[in-house]
Every structure is written in structure tokens, then in C-alpha cells.
Nanobody, 121 residues
Framework: QVQLVESGGGLVQPGGSLRLSCTAS????????MGWYRQAPGKQRDVVVL???????IHANSVKGRFTISRDNAKNTVYLQMNSLKPEDTAVYYC???????????????WGQGTQVTVSS
């Protein structure tokens, strides 16, 4: 059984910062890519930023220069540092990890429970 647990959401004023964390636990052989997605009310879930096992990153255009993703492979943890937050960043943020549970078998997608980020004055 694999679990992803997120923390760090909350209410922040425009221009402020928040840091999200997500830790994977359970029966894990290898974690490949990790990332953050977000879903605003009435909209689909979209990718925010991804990070490969080797540290390569892909950012959505809307967050380039403001959001930074990092990971600690020893702790099975991924972080999202969000700076210069805007009201349009308001959403539920979900952590994702592509995990191999058994060596040599396909990786599976795992998701966190979601954490609310609200940017408002």
C-alpha cells in the first residue's frame, strides 16, 4: 500500500508565498517522476510542475519564474515553493508520483488527498 500525504496549504495574500510538501510512504521500490497538479472550482485538473528522478523540471507557463519544485529522494518527498502568488493560483493542489512497487513491473500513478491554496486579500 502506497500513500502520499500533503501539507502546507492555506490562505495567503496576493504576492505572498507558501510551501507545499508531499511525502510518499509504504511499499515503494522506486519513485520516478513526481509533480504537482491543481484544480480550481469548475475546471479540470491541470499540471503545475513536474520533476524527474534526476531533477529535470517542466513548468506550466503560468507559474514559470514564481514556483519552484524540488525533491529529496532519500525522504521520498517533493516540495513546491510558491512565490508571488496571485488570486488565479487559488485551487486544490494535488501531489502525484509515478511509483514502481515491484522491480521490473510498470509504474503506477499515486495521488495525494489534495490541499487547498487560497490567494485572497
Amino acid at each position: 500500500q502506497v500513500q502520499l500525504v500533503e501539507s502546507g496549504g492555506g490562505l495567503v495574500q496576493p504576492g505572498g508565498s507558501l510551501r507545499l510538501s508531499c511525502t510518499a510512504s509504504g511499499s515503494i521500490f522506486s519513485i520516478n517522476s513526481m509533480g504537482w497538479y491543481r484544480q480550481a472550482p469548475g475546471k479540470q485538473r491541470d499540471v503545475v510542475v513536474l520533476i524527474t528522478k534526476g531533477g529535470g523540471t517542466i513548468h506550466a507557463n503560468s507559474v514559470k519564474g514564481r514556483f519552484t519544485i524540488s525533491r529529496d529522494n532519500a525522504k521520498n518527498t517533493v516540495y513546491l515553493q510558491m512565490n508571488s502568488l496571485k488570486p488565479e493560483d487559488t485551487a486544490v493542489y494535488y501531489c502525484n508520483a509515478k511509483i514502481e512497487v515491484v522491480p521490473g513491473l510498470s509504474e503506477y500513478d499515486y495521488w495525494g488527498q489534495g490541499t487547498q491554496v487560497t490567494v485572497s486579500s
